[in-house]
Structure formats: structure tokens, C-alpha cells
């Protein structure tokens, strides 16, 4: 079952639809597509000379471009079994603090710069920053530096267990959202879909900020089971061709018992949001392709 919406920049036209039971109004997590909303806050902060783009962030070996990109070098807890076990079992995230050590984050895994790994301690690191530079947590940020300037008010970040109470979590509706470290926006999908394209076409960043938020580390393609005929990364977006050879830029994100895929397609000028309550990633990924 997949629940989309997508906009058409061409003309007035904004088509929903949704398959299965869930209604495209309602609230959805948007795991990682958090992490385009992210980027996008520290690029403005950037625009407002409030965080700088290519120094060295204080006291670290890496600059925020490279925390963006996954270029840091930044380990993961991804593979962290008693992480996936402790949210199994429902039980409260860890301190930051005792995540950072579990996963030894002082030692990267490779010079910075020098390679490439996909990292949500990253991305902790680069909230973190955030909420330094504007001095409150990364809900309020967000609404302030994205959501508010792009015209969305049914977007936020999910800091408790009661911020999910009206969402569409399915199987995982107990879920703690301190779980997902870089932070969880939840909201309908029509409003991810009208962020995507109000980032990449609107004039939120200047010229030069959006084109290196566009800007790709090629990852190679394709990948097996999805979509991905060529992939990479830019500054929080998932970047590449699909099947139909056609450019998409945008993010895919999965936690338990859902995917959430927000994509625009420049040739085709539509930017689509697909939401499905199963780990079918090539299926959501497609749906948002347009492939």
C-alpha cells in the first residue's frame, strides 16, 4: 500500500491520491527525509553567516560540507546490534553521550574528505550545530529557518513518545522518536513534497548554496533491488538517474515498519512523496520516480 502526493510546478495542478488505509492528510514519519531539512537549515545558517560551509567546524578534523555529504568520515550506528536491540525491545534511547562512545566517534573512518560512508552520527553532529547557532532545539529551528520561510505549518520534529501518538506509525507505534538521533520530522506527505519543491525551486539559499546543496559525490549504480541506475550524494540529497534515466534529487528514509520517499524529477518538473507502511524501498522509490 502506498500513500503519494505530487505537485506539479508547471501549472496550478496539486494531485493527491492514496492507496490502502491510510489518507494522505494524515501525519507519516519522514525518517531521513529529515536529513534534507536538516542540510537545509545549516545552508541558511550559512546564507546568514551563522555557520560557515568549508572551515573547520570547532575543534573537529571536518568541515560542515563534509558532514552534509557523508564525507567526514564520521562512523554510524547502524550496525550497532545493541542499538536495533534496544529499540526492539521499546526501551528509552541512550544518552548521546553513551551513543557517541559506543560507537567511538572521535575515530573516523577515514581522513576527511577522503571517502565516503552514510552516517546519521553525522548528521547528530550537524543538529547539534544547529541548535547551537539558534540557540533552541531543532523543532523550533526548523519551523523557524525552513518550514515557516517555505509556507508549511503541519511539519515538525517529533522530540517524544507523545509527538507520535497521531502519527502513522504502524507496527512501531510505540516507537521513541530519540531514537533516530539526527532528529524526526513527521507531517503529511503532501507537505514533503511541497518542501522538496519549494527548496529546489524557490530562492530559500542563493544560487551558489543550492547548487552545491545539488552538487553530487558520485556513488556509482546501479543498485541492486532499487531503482538507482546511477547514484550519489549532495548536501542532504539523495542524487542520481532512475530506470527511466531521468534525474531525481531528494531523500529516502526507512525506520520501523515504514518507508517515506520525496523526489523531484527537474525534466519532468514534478517533485512526488511516497509513503508505504513496509520496508519495500524499491517499491516507494519507483512510485516517487515516476519510473
Known amino acids: 500500500m502506498i500513500t503519494a502526493s505530487a505537485t506539479v510546478v508547471s501549472g496550478d495542478l496539486a494531485e493527491c491520491h492514496s492507496t490502502g488505509d491510510h489518507d494522505s492528510d494524515r501525519d507519516v514519519p519522514w525518517w531521513s527525509f529529515t536529513k534534507t531539512l536538516i542540510a537545509a537549515a545549516a545552508l541558511v545558517l550559512v546564507r546568514d553567516g551563522r555557520l560557515q560551509l568549508d572551515t573547520h567546524m570547532p575543534g573537529r578534523r571536518f568541515t560542515l560540507r563534509q558532514l552534509l555529504q557523508n564525507r567526514a568520515g564520521v562512523p554510524n ?105 539526527h532528529g524526526l520530522a513527521v507531517g503529511p506527505i503532501g507537505d514533503a513534497a511541497s518542501i522538496l519543491d519549494r527548496l529546489l525551486t524557490g530562492d530559500l539559499l542563493p544560487a551558489p548554496l543550492l547548487a552545491a546543496m545539488c552538487d553530487a559525490h558520485p556513488l556509482g549504480g546501479p543498485v541492486e533491488g532499487r531503482p538507482w541506475q546511477t547514484a550519489g550524494y549532495g548536501l542532504g540529497l539523495m542524487i542520481g538517474t532512475g530506470r527511466v534515466g531521468q534525474r531525481v534529487l531528494g531523500h529516502t528514509g526507512g525506520g520501523p515498519g515504514s518507508v517515506i520517499a520525496v523526489y523531484r524529477c527537474p525534466a519532468r518538473n514534478r517533485t512526488i512523496a511516497a509513503f508505504s507502511p513496509s520496508a519495500d524501498e524499491n517499491a516507494v522509490e519507483s512510485f516517487a520516480f515516476a519510473d
Do not use: T
Open 77 to 181: 550506528y547502524g550496525g550497532l546490534a545493541a542499538y536495533h536491540r534496544d529499540v526492539a525491545a521499546n526501551r528509552d534511547p541512550w544518552p548521546v553521550a553513551e551513543l557517541l562512545r559506543a560507537v567511538d566517534a572521535d575515530q573516523l573512518r577515514f581522513s576527511p574528505g577522503e571517502g565516503w560512508e552514510y552516517s546519521n552520527v553525522g548528521y547528530l553532529l550537524v543538529r547539534q550545530a544547529i541548535e547551537e547557532a539558534c540557540g533552541s532545539d531543532l523543532d523550533h529551528a526548523l519551523k523557524r529557518l525552513v518550514f515557516a520561510p517555505l509556507g508549511i505549518a503541519g511539519a515538525r520534529v517529533a522530540l517524544a513518545r507523545a509527538d507520535l501518538a497521531d502519527v502513522a506509525m504502524g507496527e512501531a507505534a510505540s516507537y521513541h522518536p530519540g531514537w533516530v538521533y
